[in-house]
């Protein structure tokens, strides 16, 4: 090894390394490192209003042939480029007038419905017909087929939540059409559901869970609020697991929902997850770092991740319910989900 030439100066050292792809740890600036995590997603709030004129004017313009899906997308104003809600978490509104039929297709994004505005279209999932009520919660996880049927005399609005841009960053997206223009149906969600917790025929497997109904859902909600004490964060704190695994909803989204009594407020906390949140019934308000957005019911929101929020159900008589959507599973199972109290 030749002894360094003593002219030699970290200037060209960077230069003729960069030549050669090479990069000294000398050049990262860790001075301008954070001690938090730091996000560019931003606080942001959609109105139903603006949501619901768009997705009825999408309806008399944009066919379903050319659309594939006819949707309107949530965009973080800080992430024009991504063109997503979140850098991980995205949520759409699907529009699917009564004769329509949207057809069958898969992709390594996982994603849900929760459904909104009317009832008796359904969606078919690997063969299984989930039939839709207000306030049903619908998987379609990773690869899972499925396409979407209103034959209900009515038309139906929905909430699509799904993984897309942390798919998208991870370099895995992909998409496949069905090479059949409609899935066949082999067996419906209220066959599937008689099969958890109550037993089933000796020697039959399980069959996938995909359908949460909101009767069920809102039950068990009621019960929280009759039995335990809310959690201080979260308000009477519903999360949907996954029957078979007691796991996340799916191993990238955790849903839950959030029930607040008339007057109540929770504390204030923040925590590494990024939550999208959609206000399902009531009004309130939910403070989100220097923000605060007034919500009611079909207005939607994103807590970006370690902005300290808290949420109040300002109102005198009404119960208030908020939907959510967070990528907690993808930062606990990477070791990196932190959460701290935290003033708002
Ligand atoms: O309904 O299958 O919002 O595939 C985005 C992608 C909905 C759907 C979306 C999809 C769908």
New binding site residues.
């Given amino acids: 090894m030749k002894s360094p030439n003593i002219s030699d100066n970290v200037e060209a050292l960077n230069r003729d390394m960069a030549n050669k792809n090479l990069g000294g740890h000398w050049q990262l600036g860790l001075e301008s490192y954070l001690s938090y995590p730091e996000t560019t997603v931003q606080p942001c709030l959609w109105k139903w209003k603006d949501v619901y004129e768009s997705l009825m004017r999408a309806g008399e313009v944009v066919s379903m042939e050319e659309a594939?899906?006819r949707?309107v997308?949530l965009l973080n104003p800080a992430l024009r480029d991504r063109q997503a809600t979140t850098h991980t978490i995205h949520f759409?509104f699907?529009y699917v007038k009564t004769g329509e039929h949207?057809r069958p297709?898969r992709?390594t994004?996982a994603?849900f419905?929760f459904i909104l505005n009317g009832s008796g279209a359904y969606t078919t999932v690997n063969g299984q017909k989930c039939v839709m009520e207000e306030g049903d919660l619908i998987l379609?996880p990773q690869l899972s087929w499925?396409d979407?049927t209103n034959d209900s005399g009515k038309p139906i609005i929905w909430l699509?939540g799904?993984d897309?841009p942390l798919v998208q960053s991870l370099q895995q997206l992909l998409f496949e059409p069905h090479p059949e223009n409609a899935q066949r149906v082999e067996k419906t969600s209220e066959e599937v559901a008689i099969s958890y917790g109550h037993g089933r025929p000796a020697g039959a497997s399980a069959a996938e869970f995909f359908h949460y109904k909101w009767s069920d859902t809102y039950r068990r909600l009621n019960a929280l609020v009759e039995a335990a004490a809310p959690d201080r964060f979260d308000g009477y704190l519903l999360e949907y697991r996954n029957p078979t695994t007691e796991g996340p909803t799916m191993p990238t989204i955790q849903c839950a929902l959030s029930l607040l009594r008339p007057g109540q407020e929770t504390q204030g906390h923040r925590h590494t997850s990024t939550v999208i949140y959609h206000a399902f019934r009531g009004s309130g308000s939910s403070f989100v770092g220097e923000e605060r957005f007034d919500w009611k019911a079909g207005d939607s929101f994103v807590v970006p991740l370690w902005y300290p929020h808290r949420h109040v159900n300002g109102g005198a008589s009404e119960e208030a319910i908020l939907f959510s959507m967070s990528d907690a599973p993808v930062l606990r199972s990477l070791g990196l989900y932190r959460e701290e109290s935290a003033g708002v």
Avoid: P, V, Y
Wanted: hydrophobic content about 30%; proline content about 0%; aromatic content about 0%.
């Fill in positions: 594939e899906r949707t997308r759409s699907q949207a297709h992709h994004a994603a419905r379609t499925h979407h699509d799904l897309i």
